[in-house]
């Protein structure tokens, strides 16, 4: 079984300098596992497959690994060291937990890179680190969508693009959203011929531990990167007169010397998830 196209093609390889040819062809080859997720999570995946012309599932859920693998240290640290609140189902009882079996094919050293974050951010299974990574790219779209419908079609467009710009699969998805023979025209409906954005909220009536569709919102809407966000402002119910004066102060502690030793003292201590 061979999976060095297309995605090999796309990305940078790990490094591998002075490897052997057996430790390079065992560490791009190809790793069959099966990685639980949340019903919406899987339920996304499944309607992305579709919307943004991937092969199959685990073409769909390699490409959100290696979007995670190559973001920034800081996003890193964001994505696995912040802990959000969607799906958390406190106080449910563990057979409320329900989960979905995704059986995916992911690269050896895709496996080696979720193995690391696990242990390095002491979370609990590799199995939840997937989790993870879908929950941050999926509610990004969603907090999209919250603010309007095709912002939410961008986000998710931008991120299932992303490195495809050549791939013929990904301009007949596009075109076919858009209800045109041209592959060359794209489209960003993607609640057509797929399934919601994002995730559908509603969905999420049928289980019994999950929050209310209320408390799922304002998860997302508070769970955002930084004071200085949209979502940020709006969780706290401010005017943009209340919300650039809060940023203001907060600015000069930010600039502070004493702000920048601690924030100093952070970096040594966290490091980054990759090491």
Known sequence: MSMRLPDLARWPLPPMEGARSADTVAILSPKEHIFPLMPIQHQWIVDCTRRYGFADTSETLRHLIYMANAEPAANKRLIFRIKRCLHCHVGARASQHAKVDLKATVHAFQLIFLENVTQKCEIKSLEKTVRIICDYYQSRVKQAALEDEGKGAEKESELFSTRREEDPRL???LASLSGSDDPNIGSN???????????????LADDVAACSEEATLEAIRRCQVGRGSTSYAEARGESKEETEERRRVEKEVE?????????????????SVMG
């Open 255 to 271: 600039q502070s010397d004493e702000a920048k030793k601690e924030r100093e003292l952070i970096g040594k201590a966290l490091g």
């Open 171 to 173: 301009a007949a998805a």
């Open 189 to 203: 409906d993607t609640g057509r011929n797929g399934g919601a954005m994002g995730c559908d909220l509603k969905d």
